[in-house]
T-cell receptor
Framework: RKEVEQDPGPFNVPEGATVAFNCTYSNSASQSFFWYRQDCRKEPKLLMSVYSSGNEDGRFTAQLNRASQYISLLIRDSKLSDSATYLCAAPRGDSWGKLQFGAGTQVVVTP | EAQVTQNPRYLITVTGKKLTVTCSQNMNHEYMSWYRQDPGLGLRQIYYSMNVEVTDKGDVPEGYKVSRKEKRNFPLILESPSPNQTSLYFC????????????????FGPGTRLTVL
């Protein structure tokens, strides 16, 4: 089993709608989680960090469910510019220096 | 401007010809890391460094070498490149907590697209 798994999508979302997707992780000791956004094979850019139960930044909300070992990302009022691949990341179980990324969830916002 | 830079951005080379991809950051970050990204496989960690002179293997270190002689630089060396190392490579850096137990969010370089013929 991969340490971090994501639904690859694509999630096709009408503009203005809400979309949510999850990322499951296997290292129960992980203390920090990250959501990155990546456009067209450009460099990933940090969207949100999650250190406790969750985090909210404008239209974006990340929730951490430690019991079920997943983090979710919710995008409200989707914009065309939200179309991207969203990567989640968590430390590996055998070393805090090792970061495991999911393969990404593609979101396509349509007019 | 705070940034991570990589050079070259694009490189086409032939099997067996040694190459180095440079990575430099100006944010005084202790942690640096190299990733490769391949379709369907996502980002996979090659090597990382928690501080100067400290490097460790990631998930896919075979065929690569790194060094961390200075805090700001973390070059990736391919001693004898092979076609299966054709990929998109990203360097990243971040702060760490004082006890090195947690990695902060990472800043990525723009990527190096490598083709090995």
């Amino acid at each position: 089993r991969k340490e971090v798994e994501q639904d690859p999508g694509p999630f096709n979302v009408p503009e203005g709608a809400t979309v949510a997707f999850n990322c499951t992780y296997s290292n129960s000791a992980s203390q920090s989680f990250f959501w990155y956004r990546q456009d067209c094979r450009k460099e990933p850019k940090l969207l949100m960090s999650v250190y406790s139960s969750g985090n909210e930044d404008g239209r974006f909300t990340a929730q951490l469910n430690r019991a079920s070992q997943y983090i979710s990302l919710l995008i409200r009022d989707s914009k065309l510019s939200d179309s991207a691949t969203y990567l989640c990341a968590a430390p590996r179980g055998d070393s805090w220096g090792k970061l495991q990324f999911g393969a990404g969830t593609q979101v396509v916002v349509t007019p | 401007e705070a940034q991570v830079t990589q050079n070259p951005r694009y490189l086409i080379t032939v099997t067996g010809k040694k190459l180095t991809v440079t990575c430099s950051q100006n944010m005084n970050h202790e942690y640096m890391s190299w990733y490769r990204q391949d379709p369907g496989l996502g980002l996979r960690q090659i090597y990382y460094s928690m501080n100067v002179e400290v490097t460790d293997k990631g998930d896919v270190p075979e065929g690569y070498k790194v060094s961390r002689k200075e805090k700001r630089n973390f070059p990736l060396i391919l001693e004898s490149p092979s076609p299966n190392q054709t990929s998109l490579y990203f360097c990243a850096s971040s702060l760490t907590y004082r006890d090195r137990a947690v990695i902060h969010e990472q800043f990525f370089g723009p990527g190096t697209r490598l083709t090995v013929l």
